[in-house]
């Protein structure tokens, strides 16, 4: 397994700054009262800012001391696991966020496809991704190439593309920067 982030852990908070919590909470049409997973949250430098807007949180990451820095913040529930294989039942969540961590998970298409398992109907997803399509992107994805970091970039497009595979409506929202949104909601069950 990849170490990269058991290292970052400590000041990965101060390094990285969260995208601006009410732009993400408009995206994931929050509050809402029910549950948001954080996948791939490390720290819960991004969901911390949601918690009020959540009945419950639980933030998931393969690197316990990123998970450590989080459950210090004592915001949410922290379980370490692969997000390819969550434990979590079906429908279990009302939302589920990913920022800035779907290029690094080893089976991007298993974990869209997990993560859509875990939405109720009418949940939503919200994925924001480094848009490889940009040059600056581009440079960053080759300094994680160059440190072995094992990420794999796709276009905001083919991620579009993986939520609808993994029966979800899907659009790109673009925040006129270097990151891409994509958002998807699974259907509700028909009556």
């Not at 991004?46 to 004592?74: F, H, N």
Request: glycine share 10%; aromatic share 6%; proline share 7%.
């Amino acid at each position: 397994m990849n170490r990269h982030f058991d290292i970052l852990a400590p000041f990965y908070d101060r390094a990285i700054p969260p995208p601006d919590p009410d732009w993400l909470a408009e995206l994931l049409r929050l509050p809402a009262d029910g549950w948001l997973l954080d996948a791939g949250g490390g720290t819960g430098r991004v969901s911390a800012g949601l918690r009020s807007r959540v009945g419950r949180l639980v933030i998931t990451d393969l690197s316990a001391p990123m998970l450590a820095q989080a459950q210090a913040k004592q915001v949410a529930c922290a379980v370490q696991a692969h997000v390819e294989r969550l434990p979590f039942a079906d429908g279990q969540f009302d939302r589920v966020v990913v920022v800035d961590a779907l290029h690094h998970f080893a089976n991007q298409t298993l974990a869209v496809g997990e993560l859509a398992r875990l939405l109720k109907p009418g949940g939503r997803l919200v994925i924001e991704e480094p848009d490889i399509l940009q040059p600056r992107v581009k440079m960053m994805a080759l300094g994680e190439k160059l440190a072995l970091m094992g990420s794999h970039f796709h276009t905001p497009q083919h991620i579009q593309l993986m939520l609808i595979g993994a029966g979800l409506t899907a659009e790109v929202v673009s925040d006129g920067g270097a990151s891409a949104w994509i958002v998807g909601d699974k259907p509700h069950l028909a009556a």
